[in-house]
Structure formats: C-alpha cells, structure tokens
C-alpha cells in the first residue's frame, strides 16, 4: 500500500493529520525548518517523533565528507525512527556519506533528486529512501511520471531496496498520478493534504442524502 508521509515540522499539523489516521511518517528539510522561526531544532525532531511512529527524515547541512557523516550519526543517535537525509551533490559527496552511513547501520533519505540517474545511484549507495522532487524536476525539464514509473520498475526487477519517496507536490492531481504511476511514498504539504477529501459532487451529495433524512423524520413525527 502507498505510504503518506507529511512534509512538514509543524507539531498541530501533524497532530491534526495523525487524527485522520493517513501518516505513515514526517519528512523536513531546511525551508521546512525555517517556516517554524525560532524553535529549538533538536527538540522539534524528538517533539515529531513522539507524535508519528515512523520513519522521521532530517536534512543534513554541513558541507564535506566528514562533517555531513559526522551530523548524520549525531542526528541518528536522537531516535531510532530519525532518517538521515542527505542531498545530491553534483560531485558524488553525497552518494559517499550515504554508503558511509549505509555502512554505519543508519537509514538514510537522498534528496533533492530530479532525474532517473540520480535515483538509480542513491539506491545502488543504499539509501533506504530516495527521493524525487516532482515539480522541480518538472522545471528542470525531465518527465518525473516517467521517472516514477521507470525507477519503480527496475526497482523491482534487480531487488533494489530504495523505496521512492516523490515530494516537491504542489495539487493534489500531483499525488494521484505519482500513486497512479507506482510511488511507494508520497511527502505532501499539509495545505494540500487538506485539499484531498474535497470534491463538490461529494459535498453535494451528502447535502441531498441530509435533506432526505430531514424528509425521513418528519414523515415519522406525523
Ligand atoms: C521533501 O523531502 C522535500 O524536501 C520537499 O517535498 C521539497 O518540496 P519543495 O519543492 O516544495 O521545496
């Protein structure tokens, strides 16, 4: 079954979705972060774990080899369910850090990923989730559908274990075709979340279905 994670660190947020019972885990990254102003970064993490018992990816932000491994392991040893997130550097960095801490038994999320290339090398470092940005790889004129579908079946041919996490959704048309097109995990923004059960034909018809019971009971009172 599809997985939904919330792209968000906002704790009502994620209490209010928790309630819906859809939240399989949380992904952050550094916008995320800053959207939040000034809270405490560690206890939001640990705050997030409390509230969702899954996978929780947490961005890396230094700069080389030994300091992203070194701010991964820091990050991992907050909680068992914490998911190191690392990006795509353009010159393999951060492939390296990803099997370095493959190698250390920490799970990892590559990020900021917009081509099937990218994808492919994540999974064959061990990344436990990689991750597609749909719009941006959208804009950066690839065919992220087809990256989907593509990276999903080759996924499953050679066993790759990376499990494809498809986020940068903007409309939740954005979601249905990526499920449509066989992603493992969609990470959606709230604001869109929101947007999903909402259909006027739906909205409608409970109106006609409440104006009938109405009819119902008073035919009962006569
Ligand atoms: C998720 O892991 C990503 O960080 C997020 O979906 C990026 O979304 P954006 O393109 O809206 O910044």
Redesign the pocket.
């Known amino acids: 079954m599809v997985q939904i994670f919330l ?1 968000t660190a906002s704790l009502p947020e994620i209490e209010e979705f928790v309630r819906w019972g859809i939240v399989d885990g949380v ?1 952050t ?1 550094q ?2 972060f800053l959207s939040e102003g000034g809270v405490d970064f560690k206890q939001r993490v640990l705050d997030i774990c409390d509230l969702v018992n899954g996978p929780i ?1 947490v961005e890396t932000t230094k700069s080389t080899v030994p300091d992203l491994v070194a701010e991964g392991k820091d990050y991992a040893s907050w909680h068992k369910n914490v998911v190191v ?1 690392v990006a795509m550097y353009g010159d393999g960095r951060g492939l390296e850090v990803v099997s370095r801490l493959t190698s250390a038994g920490i799970k990892t999320n590559m ?1 900021v990923m917009m081509s099937y290339n990218q994808l492919v090398l994540a999974a064959k470092a061990g990344a436990t989730y990689v ?1 597609l ?1 749909y ?2 790889s959208k804009e950066a004129g690839e065919n992220p559908l087809q990256i989907i579908k593509d990276y999903v079946a080759i996924a499953k041919e050679f066993g790759l274990k990376g499990r494809l ?1 498809v ?4 409309t939740p048309e954005d979601v249905a075709v990526s499920m449509a097109a066989g992603a493992h995990i969609l ?1 959606v ?1 709230t604001k869109i979340l929101r947007q999903m059960p909402q259909n006027k034909r739906s909205d409608e018809t409970i109106a006609e279905f409440d104006k009938a019971w109405q009819d119902f009971l008073a035919i009962k009172k006569q």
Do not use: A, E, L, Q
Not at 167 to 170: M, P, T, W
């Open positions: 792209d992904t990254n916008k995320i990816s997130k990020t991750s940005f719009n941006r996490i986020g940068s959704i903007r990470t923004p």
